[in-house]
């Protein structure tokens, strides 16, 4: 006979009571049986485990076994409410991928309203590029990512979060190098192309990145090669980099704020773009064969209520 919970329960309930009629009556058995199964025990542990005479006491086994038979039982409702819960989806791990630059503007808002819903469920991060987070959708080593939708994989199923505008940005310092500066200005204000920009140096993200597989149709559409000074995996770089002059930067909306707030050395202009690609959505991207244990519409409303309305429209410094 192996130990269950059934004798782990019976043992215990002479243990409190002390007396075999009274414990029976609490169990809603007979006192026979209960005897019957209290010796069974003690013959599979090969131990007695309580002293009959003069009355009904625990033998120094029987003590040692009371606590080990408590917590085993306790360790065994714990587990099965613990499987309820992640049946139900109030317990388990969650881990949510997104890239570098928006982490630590999303996460601090996002995560708080998670934990406080689901306080049982692990949270883990997982920040990289676009690319990146793809490949871990498709592995399934991530449950969800807040990404662009770039529809690389029809695997990947996109909820559109808020629309977002990719934006051409560049100091008033590098434009007045080039004689004809007014001119780009005003074909960049008037038709949102950077065909007037050839001669101008770029600051692009590294491939796998938003923003650089939008430049990268950009200049496609153009049919010319940019002038590339610096590629970098951190977008926030090469925006300080653009603020001192050193070059146009593709820049999305959503970062804008806190790049026109910490502007040095030169005044910013910023021209919206007239391409389609200018204009993808942040999205809740998953893989379509992959059931997170939080639902997918619970995630995209957690995450529309951490940020609150979104609106795109985006206040343009001016041109001088």
């Excluded at 793809?134 to 990404?147: H, N, P, S, V």
Aim: proline share 5%.
């Amino acid at each position: 006979m192996m130990l269950n919970c059934q004798n782990l329960t019976y043992f215990l309930a002479v243990a409190d009571e002390l007396n075999f009629t009274k414990a029976a009556e609490k169990l809603f058995i007979s006192q026979q049986a209960l005897s019957s199964h209290i010796a069974v025990i003690e013959k599979e542990l090969d131990v007695p485990l309580f002293m009959r005479k003069p009355s009904l006491k625990l033998t120094y086994a029987g003590e040692v076994f009371y606590r080990h038979a408590q917590k085993l039982l306790k360790d065994y409702s714990n587990l099965f409410t613990e499987l309820k819960d992640i049946k139900e989806g109030k317990r388990g791990e969650l881990t949510i991928g997104i890239s570098h630059t928006r982490g630590h503007l999303l996460l601090p808002k996002i995560l708080p309203i998670f934990m406080e819903k689901y306080p049982l469920i692990e949270i883990r991060v997982l920040e990289d590029n676009v690319e990146q987070l793809e490949q871990a959708l498709i592995k399934k080593t991530i449950d969800f990512a807040i990404i662009h939708e770039t529809a690389s994989s029809p695997d990947i199923v996109y909820v559109p979060l808020f629309p977002e505008k990719i934006l051409l940005v560049v100091s008033s310092t590098l434009l007045d190098r080039y004689e004809n500066c007014q001119s780009i200005r005003e074909t960049l204000k008037k038709e949102g192309k950077i065909s007037c920009m050839e001669e101008i140096p770029f600051l692009l993200n590294k491939k796998g990145n938003i923003s650089r597989e939008i430049s990268n149709r950009i200049f496609k559409e153009e049919n010319w090669k940019p002038n590339i000074l610096l590629e970098t995996e951190n977008i926030e770089t090469i925006g300080e980099m653009c603020v001192n002059g050193i070059g146009a930067v593709f820049y999305p909306s959503f970062l804008l704020d806190g790049l026109l707030s910490e502007k040095q050395g030169g005044k910013l202009e910023v021209y919206e773009l007239n391409y389609p690609c200018t204009h993808p959505s942040i999205s809740v991207a998953q893989y379509k064969d992959h059931t997170p244990i939080i639902p997918q519409n619970d995630i995209v409303n957690i995450i529309k209520k951490a940020l609150g309305r979104r609106s795109d429209t985006v206040s343009l410094p001016q041109p001088q």
